[in-house]
T-cell receptor, first 115, second 110 residues
Framework: DGGITQSPKYLFRKEGQNVTLSCEQNLNHDAMYWYRQDPGQGLRLIYYSQIVNDFQKGDIAEGYSVSREKKESFPLTVTSAQKNPTAFYLC??????????????FGPGTRLTVL | EDKVVQSPLSLVVHEGDTVTLNCSYEVTNFRSLLWYKQEKKAPTFLFMLTSSGIEKKSGRLSSILDKKELSSILNITATQTGDSAIYLCAAVGSNYKLTFGKGTLLTVNP
């Protein structure tokens, strides 16, 4: 089955620790995205990558880092510099090319709680 | 700064009612507008709109884009309890980046 997987589903972290969220897709999509969702805030873009070995900051990149060494994988690290990391994190991917580029497919999400 | 505003933020209706959800956008180099439904976890894709005035339809759901007014509406007719969800609107702009609205929480009571 083709799709996007995120792990873990739930993650608890102590303040001051870095943590990495996994995102893998087998849809052969070039572009991948990380969003953060807080109650009443909709989805906000953290980082995105249109191609392997390249990525750009989104609207709220501070305190986060990413890598894109493989087409299938786009891990997100939440660093201790992120002041309010408790949130629901969604990964998405899409094809490139006019028209197809726009539809993003989402993973099931990771709920991160900082204790 | 790109911006998408959805209204209302929440809505409670009874089964069988018809609802209209609104989305307005201000996005540089606008390419398209997307609607998603989010029930518990991952948003699922509903519609992509690129041309003004052309209605897209899927069962009881339909949507239309008005590029002159920089807005879109999502209609749901004969609502069912299974339609209860958050409906997200997103505008695609420069670099194919999506800007999402805050969503409309729709609750359909039996």
């Amino acid at each position: 089955d083709g799709g996007i997987t995120q792990s873990p589903k739930y993650l608890f972290r102590k303040e001051g620790q870095n943590v990495t969220l996994s995102c893998e897709q087998n849809l052969n999509h070039d572009a991948m995205y990380w969003y953060r969702q807080d109650p009443g805030q909709g989805l906000r873009l953290i980082y995105y990558s249109q191609i392997v070995n390249d990525f750009q900051k989104g609207d709220i990149a501070e305190g986060y880092s990413v890598s894109r060494e493989k087409k299938e994988s786009f891990p997100l690290t939440v660093t201790s510099a992120q002041k309010n990391p408790t949130a629901f994190y969604l990964c998405a991917s899409s094809s490139r090319g006019e028209g197809r580029y726009n539809e993003q497919f989402f993973g099931p999400g990771t709920r991160l709680t900082v204790l | 700064e790109d911006k998408v505003v959805q209204s209302p933020l929440s809505l409670v209706v009874h089964e069988g009612d018809t609802v209209t959800l609104n989305c307005s956008y201000e996005v540089t180099n606008f390419r398209s507008l997307l609607w998603y439904k989010q029930e518990k976890k991952a948003p699922t894709f509903l519609f992509m709109l690129t041309s003004s005035g052309i209605e897209k339809k899927s069962g009881r759901l339909s949507s239309i884009l008005d590029k002159k007014e920089l807005s879109s509406i999502l209609n749901i007719t004969a609502t069912q309890t299974g339609d209860s969800a958050i409906y997200l609107c997103a505008a695609v702009g420069s670099n194919y980046k999506l800007t999402f609205g805050k969503g409309t929480l729709l609750t359909v009571n039996p």
